[in-house]
C-alpha cells in the first residue's frame, strides 16, 4: 500500500505561481511513475502531467509551458511548479501513482485546492 499526501495548496490570483508538493509512504519501492490529476466542478477528473522514472514527462496541452512536474532526490516526492496560472486552472488537484505500462492510476491522494481567482 501506498500513502499519498499532497500540500501546497491555495488561492492565488491569475498570473501567478503555485507549487505542489507529494509525498509518499509505504510501499514506495512499487512506484515507478507519478503524476497529478485535477477536477474541476462539474467536470471529469483529468491527468495534468505525469513523470516516469527516467525522468519522462508528460503534461496536458492547456498546460504545456506553465507546469513542471518533477520528482524529489529520494523518489517518495512529487512537485508540481505551476506557473502563469489561469483562472481555468481552478480545481482540486490530486496526486498519484502510475501504473506501468497500463499509464493508469493506482494510488491517490486526497487532494489540494487550487483556486485562481482573475
Known amino acids: 500500500q501506498v500513502v499519498l499526501v499532497e500540500s501546497g495548496g491555495g488561492l492565488v490570483q491569475a498570473g501567478g505561481s503555485l507549487r505542489l508538493s507529494c509525498a509518499a509512504s509505504?510501499?514506495?519501492?512499487?512506484?515507478?511513475?507519478m503524476g497529478w490529476y485535477r477536477q474541476a466542478p462539474g467536470k471529469q477528473r483529468e491527468l495534468v502531467a505525469r513523470i516516469i522514472s527516467g525522468g519522462i514527462t508528460n503534461y496536458a496541452d492547456s498546460v504545456k509551458g506553465r507546469f513542471t512536474i518533477s520528482r524529489g532526490n529520494a523518489k517518495n516526492t512529487v512537485y508540481l511548479q505551476m506557473n502563469s496560472l489561469k483562472p481555468d486552472d481552478t480545481a482540486v488537484y490530486y496526486c498519484?501513482?502510475?501504473?506501468?505500462?497500463?499509464?493508469?492510476?493506482?494510488?491517490w491522494g486526497q487532494g489540494t485546492q487550487v483556486t485562481v481567482s482573475s
Open positions: 498519484a501513482t502510475i501504473r506501468i505500462p497500463s499509464m493508469e492510476a493506482g494510488s
Open positions: 509505504g510501499s514506495i519501492f512499487r512506484i515507478n511513475a
